[in-house]
């Protein structure tokens, strides 16, 4: 049977109904894996074996029996080597498992690689890796955009079926957005954090990053709820996503005209075309008015590089592989004005008026949600860049995601999907924000775009080339 | 007119004894076990670990807030201070900076102006002020005096790990890492070593009595480091506004007398320094207890910068007021509360009671013991069964390391009134007389002292059954 191409949910299926065994499924992504990653370097680690064993013939009731994934690399993975693509970690091998892969291993899962990312999830484009640059599967002399771009580009490529990302600033959008997938930042606190290795703590969210909608809500449904193991997890109860999807609500949905400053022409008019066609899916569009994403900007560089600072303090090249000095230099750079921001007498100064901006960000969204169901915008002001124009910018990351930051500085729910092709073939997104814990509303909207324009066949020529 | 007056505050760690750490769920208890065997990926800041804090714990520093009489912040959270060292495997603490648990408290703690004077070192040039009482002697009776000593605050946080130095290599064991510490801080209103010492006694009383740390500081459980300045302001509100310009912080102190040792060589110390016309220098000095010496550790000229900053890993805390309340109820009677009951109900003398009420345990023993020997119908003969008890237990005439059954058995037996044979006791008497002749004699012709003589052998022949007191009364008359 020809696997090439099928979701998640596909897969499922066909071994449910026992049309292909599990064992094959596996080989299947291993081989294409090992194909087609030379030339992607999507993966900093493959695994050769299923660590959830396949016993030949028998289909237990789990989930996602059978479903191989990959895990970006700074999920703690236990006996796995977990490097977050920085050589500080080059051969941790983490003793635990992170509460996201443990609920994937309790649901069945086989963990396919360890994906590529920028070293410490501190970047747009893979490059600040220590393992290498991950290639866009649609030009390989491009950004797949980051820092979950290794995951990004499993997923496009199809060398792997799906894959589980972490987005602080829009490291699971952006690349999303730059290899024409689906990638859904959850709201914080919906996804446990334990075992995620720490960037900017109070921004980090684990999320799916799939070829379908559905596939997306599924994977989110095993992943989301309490843990007790991570104190800021939410006890808000998980809605059943796809069930709450597949009703077809008409939705009000809110432009804000602040987030299509400065996007290239060619995303301006995709855009455009796409509120054409939800209007003509019968949904309300109207212009809302939210803050700047400047603020967001400012407030996420400070607070975000703060964290970044305490967290990595803990690499003192005591315990693990390497000592400090194998710190890249973005890392190095976080950590000095992180380091800065928290000095005394600069403290009041930069971070604690950024947590004040903060909350009146929050309280921005907050109250435009009051009148709209959800807000849309371009994902990023441009799609792929070339190889090389990352060291062009010394806040390329804020750059690249400065239409993502503010759903992370709020901490609402935001999805890249891809809308349209550029004039250089090359995907664009769209960025669908919502209230907090309403993942419901974004899988429901999204998944009836789907339906109406299959995203315009761009995950499908995406994958086409790599057949 | 003396010269100095000493300006001490104290920083106290308080160990609690709760089940679990305070991030994570390994044993608090983390004493003589094999190193690093008490260990989890949250307590060695493994990537990607998380804390949950412990909500006993924080119950718990509440409660000490309380009992310290204290405010306790309705709004409260944990912060991140900053700082390397290979026992803090996170490179931050995990504490409380700008919202503690508790803050604004007060503790009163008793002394007597005579024993301060004795306690107060004698140096070259004269001595040391003693001008915080609050009450003057004759407000406060039996010579004592009631000082107040003002609590900063109350706060949570996390013990690191444990160093140990072997040869030239480091060994650090994580298996403390990550118990409850509470950190008591109070303001610097001492002026004597004598008082350090009565509050910390008293502290650790009220913390046994609340049952939530061995505060133990031989063992490490309970830690003080006293901050020692000297001021050439001798009055009080003045001085408290104009400290000193320098302080010094003295470590490893683990127990309440080397806490007075070590500040009374700290003031003659820095009394010698500052007669020379120089500042001692800012700095942290360990205490050798050998030695009975401090010695300079290093130096705090430029004060840390361990840029705090609220925990993202842990959500801010609220506390109701019923919250807040509830946990006040759980408090138990403290020390001097339990030793006013004791003198006003039972009659007790002072120090009895003080001595009763010292140890929780001791104290509840006392009232388990005397109400089981009420409860027996033997005692019904027996007068002042508290005060008798109190007095057993005191001058430990029988000993409290049985059960209370055993001990009121014992009790009756001992202080029941002997059943006297009346003609028995007559007639050992009458030939105790008859067969001393010369002894009586010397009675008779003044050698009183003798009678205590005629009242033991009495009591011999009766087999020690009968009241000494009313045998004396009978000797005493038939001798006559």
């Known amino acids: 049977m020809d696997l090439f191409g099928k979701t ?263 855009f455009e075309n796409m509120v054409d066609v939800i209007k003509k899916m019968g949904h309300s569009v109207v212009d809302v008015s939210l803050m700047s994403p400047e603020y967001s900007i400012s407030v996420y560089t400070i607070a975000q590089r703060a964290e970044v600072s305490s967290n990595l303090g803990r690499y003192d090249g005591i315990r693990y592989a390497n000592n400090r000095a194998y710190f890249g230099q973005e890392a190095k750079r976080r950590i000095m004005l992180g380091t800065y921001t928290l000095s005394h007498g600069y403290y009041d100064a930069f971070y604690k008026k950024a947590q004040k901006v903060r909350t009146l960000i929050k309280n921005n969204f907050k109250k435009t949600f009051e009148d709209v169901d959800l807000i849309i915008g371009p994902n990023t002001p441009v799609t792929a860049l070339k190889v090389g124009e990352f060291e062009k910018y010394p806040f390329f990351g804020e750059l690249m995601d400065q239409l993502n930051e503010s759903a992370s500085v709020a901490g609402i729910p935001a999805m890249s999907i891809p809308i349209e092709l550029d004039s250089k073939n090359l995907p664009i997104g769209m960025q669908i924000m919502g209230n907090y814990f309403d993942e419901s509303s974004i899988f429901n909207f999204a998944y009836q775009i789907e339906q109406e324009t299959n995203f315009f066949d761009v995950i499908k020529k995406g994958r086409e080339k790599y057949k | 007119m003396s010269k100095y007056t000493p300006v001490i505050g104290l920083e106290i760690h308080v160990e609690l004894k709760t089940k679990s750490k305070m991030f994570c769920q390994c044993d608090a208890d983390y004493f003589g076990k094999k190193p690093n065997s008490n260990t989890c990926p949250v307590c060695i800041g493994m990537p990607g670990a998380l804390p949950v804090p412990n909500r006993t714990a924080v119950e718990w520093a509440i409660k000490i807030g309380q009992a310290l009489n204290c405010v306790i912040n309705k709004h409260s959270k944990f912060d991140r201070k900053h700082y390397f060292y290979p026992d803090l495997p996170k490179a931050y603490q995990i504490s409380q900076y700008d919202e503690p648990i508790a803050v604004n408290g007060r503790f009163n703690i008793i002394t007597t102006p005579s024993s301060l004077r004795s306690a107060t070192p004698p140096y070259i040039g004269g001595e040391f002020t003693n001008n915080n009482l609050l009450l003057t002697k004759e407000e406060y009776p039996k010579g004592e005096v009631v000082k107040k000593i003002a609590i900063t605050r109350v706060h949570l946080e996390e013990d690191t790990g444990k160093l140990t130095h072997t040869g030239k290599d480091t060994l650090v064991d994580f298996n403390r890492s990550s118990v409850p510490l509470v950190e008591i801080v109070t303001e610097p209103d001492f002026e004597n070593a004598e008082d350090v010492k009565i509050f910390l006694e008293k502290l650790h009383t009220i913390i046994r009595y609340l049952d939530v740390s061995d505060a133990n500081m031989e063992e490490g459980s309970m830690r003080m480091e006293p901050n020692i300045s000297l001021s050439m302001i001798s009055d009080k509100a003045e001085r408290m506004k104009h400290l000193p310009n320098y302080k010094v912080e003295v470590k490893n102190i683990n127990s309440f007398n080397f806490a007075k040792k070590a500040i009374d060589f700290e003031l003659i110390r820095q009394a010698k320094i500052l007669d020379k016309g120089e500042t001692p220098a800012q700095e942290t000095r360990g205490y050798d207890d050998k030695k009975g010496i401090t010695f300079s550790q290093r130096s705090k000229e430029e004060a840390q910068d361990y840029r705090y900053f609220p925990e993202p890993d842990i959500p801010p805390m609220e506390f109701s007021d019923e919250e807040i309340e509830a946990i006040r109820l759980t408090i138990p009677e403290l020390p001097s509360a339990k030793r006013e009951r004791f003198i006003r109900d039972f009659g007790l003398k002072e120090n009895e009671a003080a001595i009763l009420a010292r140890e929780r345990s001791i104290a509840d023993y006392y009232e388990s013991v005397f109400s089981k020997i009420k409860s027996i119908r033997a005692s019904s003969e027996i007068e002042n069964v508290e005060k008798l008890t109190a007095s057993a237990i005191v001058n430990k005439r029988i000993s409290i390391s049985q059960s209370p059954d055993e001990f009121a058995e014992k009790f009756i037996e001992t202080y029941k009134p002997i059943d006297v044979d009346q003609d028995k006791l007559s007639e050992v008497i009458a030939s105790i007389i008859k067969n001393n002749p010369k002894q009586v004699e010397q009675y008779n012709a003044g050698k009183t002292g003798l009678l205590g003589y005629f009242v033991g052998m009495v009591m011999k022949e009766m087999n020690g059954k009968a009241d000494p007191q009313a045998v004396q009364k009978l000797m005493r008359e038939r001798l006559s």
């Open chain 1, 8 to 270: 998640i949910t596909e897969l499922q299926a066909l071994i449910k109904e026992k049309k292909v065994a599990a064992s094959e499924v596996w080989e299947y992504f291993v081989k294409r894996s090992k194909r087609h990653n030379p030339k992607l370097n999507a993966y900093v680690s493959l695994l050769e074996k299923p660590s959830n064993p396949i016993v030949k013939g028998i289909i237990p009731k789990m989930e996602l029996w059978g479903i191989p994934l990959a895990v970006k690399d700074n999920y703690c993975t236990k006996g796995v080597r977990t490097t977050a693509s920085s050589k500080v970690l080059d051969d941790f091998i983490s003793p635990y498992e992170s509460t996201v892969t443990s609920k994937l291993k309790l649901s069945g899962y086989e963990l396919l690689g360890k994906t590529n990312m920028d070293a410490w999830a501190h970047g747009a484009s893979t490059e600040t890796s220590d393992y290498g640059l991950t290639k866009n599967p649609w030009d390989l002399g491009r950004y797949p955009g980051g820092s979950s771009g290794g995951s990004a580009a499993a997923v496009a490529a199809y060398i792997a079926p799906g894959a589980i990302g972490s987005d602080t600033g829009g490291s699971i959008r952006h690349p999303s957005a730059w290899c024409g997938i689906i990638g859904l930042k959850p709201t914080y606190g919906r996804v446990s954090r334990y075992g995620v290795i720490a960037m900017g703590s109070s921004f980090d969210c684990p999320g799916p990053m799939t070829q379908s909608v559905e596939d997306n809500a599924m994977l989110l449904q095993i992943m989301a709820g309490k843990d007790p193991y991570d104190a800021t997890s939410s006890p808000v109860a998980v809605p059943d996503y796809r069930s709450k999807m597949k009703t077809k609500r008409k939705l009000k949905i809110g432009i804000a005209r602040e987030y299509l400053k400065g996007v290239e022409p060619d995303i301006q008019t995709a």
